[in-house]
């Protein structure tokens, strides 16, 4: 159980932390996360600096909801009908901040290349994390929707994937990124 909260837990930590810049596009996706042994399945949906991730675990769904104007982050829990906030200052990009000047005192960032994913060109890039713990990554940002369309991270726990396919852009409904009526707050 402790790999299994481990995977999920990089998985979103990782899709949340190099989330693109300032979420200008709007689209919404199908999300797959993928290694040791679990698949995590989920949608995610972006509108200017809201960003929401509904992932299918193994004990319920989860959605993640960032708001980028407030720096919030809420956890919501469907089955409880409860939710969580917290600060999301590490999460993700301040407007105008890159990849390279996010993460320059973590890792050490560098463009390999440019390839396409799902129909979009992305710029590659391999990320070596300072701490050996963290591992390496490489991710492809698309150019258009200044967003990660895929990663893969390499851990000494074993290799996460994570991708986005069947991404759709156009209008994302406001009322997917407000906390439902009747959830109570919770903190540890």
């Known amino acids: 159980m ?3 909260s481990l995977i ?9 932390a190099l989330a693109g810049g300032a979420f200008a596009a709007q689209f919404q996706a199908d999300m797959t996360m993928d290694g040791m042994g679990q698949k995590v399945t989920g949608k995610v949906y972006v509108k200017g600096e809201l960003m929401r991730q509904e992932i299918n675990t193994p004990l319920g769904k989860s959605i993640t909801i960032i ?4 720096d919030t982050t809420y956890v919501l829990m469907p089955n409880e009908k409860m939710y969580m906030e917290m600060s999301n200052e590490q999460l993700v990009f301040a407007e105008s901040e890159t990849i390279e000047e996010k993460l320059g005192d973590e890792a050490d960032v560098r463009k390999v290349g440019t390839e396409t ?6 710029d590659k890039y391999e990320v070596k994390y300072k701490d050996t713990a963290m591992g390496e990554s490489a991710m492809w940002f698309s150019q258009k929707l200044n967003y990660p369309l895929k990663g893969i991270t390499k851990t000494s726990e074993g290799t996460m994937t994570f991708t986005y396919t069947n ?22």
């Open 67 to 70: 708001d980028g104007v407030k």
């Open 2 to 4: 402790r790999k299994r």
């Open 117 to 122: 994913i799902e129909g979009y060109k992305c």
């Open 167 to 188: 991404i759709k852009e156009g209008s994302v409904d406001a009322g997917l990124f407000v906390i439902p009526p009747g959830y109570k707050k919770f903190s540890y």
């Open 8 to 16: 999920l837990l990089v998985a979103v930590m990782l899709a949340f």
